[in-house]
C-alpha cells in the first residue's frame, strides 16, 4: 500500500470513529451530576440585562439546544426581566433525543409566558439563525411544521408536545455524513410552536417559510465546538456566521471549558501532558477578526480578563462522600465527568481503565480539593449600533 493510500485510509477511518459528544450516557450522567447548565445559565442572565429588545420582540438564538435546561432556565430568567414582552426563541439541535427532552421542559414555559414562539431547527450554524438552507435545493425541500396549542393548562401543553413524537422523528431523522462521520440531517426542518390563544398578538413574530430572519437581540454559543478544532475553524464554521445574524447592540454571549481545574488533573494523571483545549478566547476572537476582516470594524471583539471571563460549575457531592474512602458511585460519576469535559475518545481509554489507575487517580484528586469542580470561559461579542 503507498504512503498516499494509507494516509487516504487513515483520514477515512478517522472521519468514521466515535464521535464524543454522539455518547449519550456520558452526557446524561454529566447533565445530571454537575451543574455548569446552571451555572451558564446565570451567565447568560447577566448578558440578558445589557439587551435592549425592540418590537416586536425579544429574540434569541440558542447555539446548541442540548437537552433543553439551559432553555427553559433561560426563558424563566427572562421571562422575570421581560414579563410581557413577547418571545422569539430559536434553537439549533440536529439530535432528535435532544429535541425530544428538550420540548419537556417547555409546557410550564408557555404556560407561564404565553406569548412566546419557539422555533427548534437543525440546520447548520450558516444557515440556522436565517431558518433557511443556502443551497436552493434544499430550500425547495424544507419540512418546515407550525404547531397551535390549545387549550388553557400546561398539562393541556404537555399533551400536545408529546403527541409530536412522529412529526419529530421525521424531521429530525439523521446519516453520517460520508465526508466526515458526523451526523448530517436527512432533511432540513424548521418546527415553530406558539399557543393559538396569543396568534394574534404574534403574527409579527412567527417566522415564515420563505422569509428569511436574522437580527438577534442575543445569541448564546456554549459548547458549540469540539474543543481539539482550530481557531481558524471555529471562527469560521460557528462564530463568524453568529456574529453577523446579531441585530444592532445585539450580544453573542461564547462559553468554553477552560481546564485549569481538577478535572483536567484526573485526565493528566492518566495522559500525562493531555492538553485538550487547543485554543483560548484570545486566539478565538484574534481568529473571528481575521475572518470578518473589514467587517470587524461593526463589533466590538475585546477579550475579557480572567476575573470577568471564567467562571466555576462544580459536580454535586455530599460532604460525607469526600473522606478517607470514597464510594465507587461518586468516583465513576467524576470520572465520567472528567473524560466528558476533557473529550476523551472511547478508543483512548482502555489501556487505562484495565489496570484501575483511572480510579486511584480519581481518589487522589477528589480527596485533595475536597470535591471536583471545572473552569469554563466567557467572551462577548457585541456589534455597534449605528
Not at 186 to 192: E, H
Request: charged share 25%; hydrophobic share 40%; with cysteine.
Amino acid at each position: 500500500m503507498s504512503a498516499v493510500t494509507q494516509g487516504v485510509a487513515t483520514e477515512r477511518k478517522s472521519a468514521a470513529s466515535f464521535r464524543f459528544y454522539d455518547n449519550r450516557q456520558k452526557y446524561l450522567a454529566f447533565v445530571n451530576t454537575c451543574n455548569e447548565k446552571q451555572a451558564v445559565t446565570r451567565r447568560a442572565l447577566h448578558e440578558i440585562q445589557h439587551v435592549h429588545p425592540s418590537p416586536p420582540a425579544l429574540r434569541m438564538f440558542d447555539a446548541g439546544m442540548g437537552d433543553g435546561t439551559i432553555m427553559s432556565r433561560l426563558i424563566r430568567g427572562t421571562n422575570r426581566m421581560f414579563p410581557t414582552t413577547p418571545f422569539l426563541y430559536v434553537a439549533k439541535e440536529i439530535s432528535l433525543e435532544d429535541v425530544r427532552l428538550g420540548l419537556e421542559k417547555m409546557a410550564d414555559r408557555f404556560y407561564e409566558h404565553p406569548s412566546i414562539v419557539l422555533v427548534i431547527t437543525n440546520l447548520n450554524y450558516v444557515e440556522a439563525p436565517r431558518l433557511m438552507p443556502k443551497d436552493t435545493n434544499l430550500a425547495a425541500t424544507l419540512n418546515w411544521q407550525e404547531v397551535r396549542l390549545t387549550g388553557t393548562t400546561a398539562h393541556d401543553y404537555a399533551a400536545q408536545i408529546d403527541d409530536l413524537g412522529h412529526t419529530l422523528t421525521h424531521g429530525w431523522e439523521t446519516k453520517p455524513s460520508p465526508k466526515t462521520g458526523n451526523p448530517v440531517f436527512v432533511r432540513p426542518s424548521v418546527l415553530v410552536i406558539y399557543r393559538e390563544d396569543h396568534r394574534f398578538l404574534l403574527d409579527a413574530v412567527i417566522p415564515r417559510p420563505g422569509c428569511m430572519f436574522e437580527n438577534y437581540d442575543f445569541i448564546l454559543a456554549s459548547q458549540p465546538w469540539r474543543a481539539r478544532m482550530s481557531a481558524q475553524f471555529k471562527a469560521q464554521r460557528v462564530l463568524a456566521p453568529l456574529v453577523r445574524s446579531l441585530s444592532p447592540g445585539g450580544r453573542l454571549l461564547t462559553i468554553q471549558s477552560y481546564g485549569e481545574d481538577p478535572a483536567l488533573q484526573i485526565v493528566q494523571h492518566c495522559w500525562p501532558g493531555e492538553k485538550p483545549f487547543a485554543a483560548d478566547r484570545h486566539q478565538l476572537l484574534a481568529a473571528l477578526k481575521t475572518e470578518l476582516g473589514r467587517e470587524a470594524r461593526d463589533f466590538t471583539l475585546h477579550a475579557p480578563t480572567d476575573e470577568k471571563s471564567l467562571f466555576r460549575y462544580e459536580m454535586h457531592t455530599l460532604p460525607s462522600e469526600i473522606g478517607d474512602r470514597i464510594g465507587t458511585s461518586t468516583l465513576f460519576a467524576a470520572w465520567n465527568a472528567a473524560i466528558y469535559v476533557n473529550q476523551i475518545e472511547d478508543e483512548r481509554l482502555d489501556s487505562v481503565v484495565q489496570n484501575g489507575a483511572y480510579l486511584e487517580a480519581t481518589q487522589k484528586v477528589l480527596q485533595e480539593h475536597g470535591g471536583l469542580w471545572f473552569n469554563d470561559e466567557s467572551f462577548v461579542v457585541t456589534r455597534r449600533r449605528s
